[in-house]
């Protein structure tokens, strides 16, 4: 189904309901949630999604799990999704937080099928084969670490936040620890009890987040490693190559490569027709 409002099938008794939408560049799918789980792959473009428990960025060929009853917005980037909203019983992943998760090739054909099941459909025929396949493939997605958890202390959290807007791999704990009126012993126990990791690891993924719409949008490896403070190239991308398997640039040409061989119908942006995130 295509640009159809979850709102008029959420009722339908299957374990999954499939809708495909396009959203235009800039748009905000402000906080919300949905009785089912639900798995929002981008097949274009840039998903910046917001929970109550922090902030991930979900590059092309990419997905996010959202547990069912989890608050979110998402923030499109000139996205083509396919969305699965999936009963409570039937989910196939069992993290209480979102994950974003690798889509192989097979699970991006399987998740383009899925745009032509109907909410009714046929549970002994093919797409309740494919409604199996696809939770199978969710079950067993990797999860790519591109997740900045926000602290619940007000003070530690409004850093977090301004960093986020403008990260810089040169950030020193110290500083923070300063701005917190605390030891920097203090502040590195604190940053980790109210993130569940060190303040190191934190920046990294904060950078990296936000690199990805800076080359994705076209700023060179150089200028993208200058601007969030990276000593050389080199080192950014022996960082990204480390965390996610690949080069900027090859992650970028990868992704530019799989936007441009979208079936026709898949790359056009349907104005005007409802959300349904």
């Not at 235009?24 to 906080?31: A, I, K, V």
């Not at 990797?142 to 960093?163: G, H, T, Y």
């Not at 080359?215 to 150089?222: A, Y």
Request: glycine share 6%.
């Amino acid at each position: 189904m295509l640009n159809i409002p979850l709102a008029e099938v959420d009722h339908v008794a299957r374990p999954i309901v499939a809708i495909g939408t396009d959203y235009s560049p800039g748009t905000l799918l402000d906080f919300h949630t949905h009785r089912r789980a639900q798995f929002l792959y981008g097949m274009t473009g840039l998903m910046e999604v917001d929970t109550d428990d922090g902030t991930w960025m979900v590059p092309p060929y990419s997905g996010v799990w959202l547990p069912a009853g989890k608050r979110h917005r998402v923030r499109m980037n000139g996205v083509s999704t396919r969305s699965l909203y999936i009963e409570p019983l039937a989910v196939p992943r069992y993290s209480p937080t979102c994950e974003v998760l690798v889509v192989t090739p097979l699970l991006h054909h399987l998740l383009l099928a899925s745009a032509n099941m109907p909410a009714l459909y046929d549970e002994s025929g093919r797409d309740g084969a494919l409604a199996q396949l696809l939770l199978y493939e969710l079950q067993l997605a990797p999860a790519l670490p591109l997740f900045a958890p926000l602290p619940r202390d007000p003070q530690l959290a409004s850093l977090c936040k301004e960093f986020l807007g403008q990260a810089h791999i040169r950030s020193l704990p110290e500083d923070w620890a300063r701005q917190l009126h605390r030891s920097q012993r203090a502040f590195n126990r604190l940053f980790r009890q109210q993130t569940g990791m060190s303040f190191a690891v934190w920046r990294q993924q904060a950078c990296l987040m936000a690199a990805l719409p800076k080359l994705l949008s076209g700023s060179s490896v150089t200028r993208t490693a200058l601007e969030l403070g990276y000593d050389s190239p080199g080192a950014f991308s022996s960082m990204f190559r480390k965390v996610l398997g690949q080069s900027p640039t090859a992650f970028v040409r990868a992704a530019t490569r799989q936007g441009k061989e979208l079936p026709k119908h898949d790359s056009q942006t349907l104005a005007g027709l409802p959300s349904t995130c």
